[in-house]
Structure formats: C-alpha cells, structure tokens
C-alpha cells in the first residue's frame, strides 16, 4: 500500500513526483482508485517543477474526461484526503460531457495532458531542421569551356593565364588550358572550369572579373564555347 503525507505540501508533491518517476500509477499497471484518491487529494495540478506528478495528473485528468476508472487498486492512504465516491471513480464529470463527447471522436487525444511552452518550441525547432535538411539537395556541377582573346601578338600568355587563374571563389575550379592560334601570329587561351551552379555565375566573372582591371590588360574579350551540366 502506497502512503503520502499532505499532497499540497512541498513535501507531499516532492515524495508524489519521486514515486511517480518509475511508474505511471500510483499502484498497479493500469489506472485506479488509488489514483483517483491521489488526484482528488490535489487541491492544484502540480507544476512542471513536478515533471513526473504533472504528467500523471494531465493522464488521470483525461481518463477522468473520457471514460472513468474503474479499476480498484491495492490501497493508498493520503493525509487528509477524503473517502473518494464510487462515481467519482467511474464516471466523467457531468459539466464535462460535451467536452468528453468532442475528444472521443478525436483520434489524436493526448492522454499524457497538453504541451508545455518549452516542449512546443522544441518541437517547433525539430520540424523546421527536418524541414531545412529535405529539402536541402546538393548543387548542380557544370564543366565550361571558355576562350580568352588577348589583345595582339605582343601579348604576353603566360601573364595572361596566370591572371585568369588568378580569379578564385567558391565553388570555381580550374582545369586545363592550351594556347589555339587564331592567325596573324595571334594565339587564344582556351581553358576548362568547373563551377558549383548554385555559387557560380559565369557571365558574372566574364563580366566582372575577367574584362575588367587588372586583368583586362591582357584580356581583350571572353566567350563561352562550351557550357555542359556534369
């Protein structure tokens, strides 16, 4: 048999919430009046300071609210309590039948009581990092095959390509390169990138990078040859 000092004293919810911590009833496996002598006893539902008693007093509360409990337990002695009345035990309360009657046609009744503040925003929080890494994908790769123009003959290539190569930014990679003649003496860069297409634009670094000063002093002009998704 299971014996509690006053249940409204510190003491009493303190020795409710230790009993309570490796064990859903006050006696037994299922709901009873033991349960139903403890609840009544309560004069307040316990604070989350009591996560244990909390928990129970929202289950007993919405055992209460639904079906009753009927179970009679092996004993539990309160200090102060009143005897606990048959219907009490076995039948919701009466103010509460339309309440009872809406939450038995609901499939999702939470018998563990309603959600604290803390445990809606964690939840909160673990939706939306599921929600973030679904729909995080990683990005496209693209292989680009761009010809470099230098001014005229006198340029010197080597410079040129070292300032092409010079350029560096997330999700840009260098490859190959050689040097095509075009005519007139005059030779072409043509060389080999890949870029990540989510953090690379390649009309941008044309516009931005590779046409503009310091580069441009031996670069005359950019086009794209090639530009295939890998």
């Not at 039948?97 to 038995?104: G, L, M, V, Y």
């Not at 990138?193 to 950019?222: A, F, G, K, R």
Request: hydrophobic share 40%; with cysteine; charged share 30%.
């Amino acid at each position: 048999m299971a014996a509690f000092p006053n249940l409204n004293s510190d003491a009493g919810l303190k020795k409710l919430d230790e009993h309570l911590l490796t064990r859903s009833y006050i006696t037994g496996y299922q709901a009873s009046k033991d349960d139903i002598t403890v609840f009544a006893a309560l004069a307040k539902p316990p604070t989350s300071q009591h996560v244990n008693a909390s928990r129970w007093y929202n289950h007993i509360d919405a055992l209460l609210r639904i079906s009753g409990v009927s179970a009679e337990g092996s004993g539990v002695v309160v200090e102060g309590s009143a005897p606990i009345t048959e219907e009490a035990v076995a039948t919701p309360p009466a103010a509460d039948s339309k309440d009872a009657a809406a939450e038995e046609d609901d499939d999702d009744v939470d018998l563990f009581g309603e959600e604290t503040e803390e445990e809606k925003k964690a939840a909160e929080e673990r939706a939306a990092s599921v929600k973030a890494s679904t729909k995080k994908k990683e990005s496209g790769k693209s292989s680009v095959l761009i010809d470099i123009k230098p001014w005229d003959d006198e340029t010197d290539m080597k410079k040129l390509e070292e300032a092409v190569r010079s350029i560096q930014m997330e999700g840009l990679f260098w490859g190959a390169s050689k040097l095509v003649p075009v005519g007139y003496g005059i030779k072409k860069l043509q060389i080999m990138c890949t870029i990540v297409d989510d953090l690379v634009s390649i009309d941008t670094m044309i516009e931005e990078q590779l046409t503009v000063e310091p580069i441009n002093e031996y670069v005359q002009s950019c086009d794209i040859v090639a530009f295939n998704k890998i």
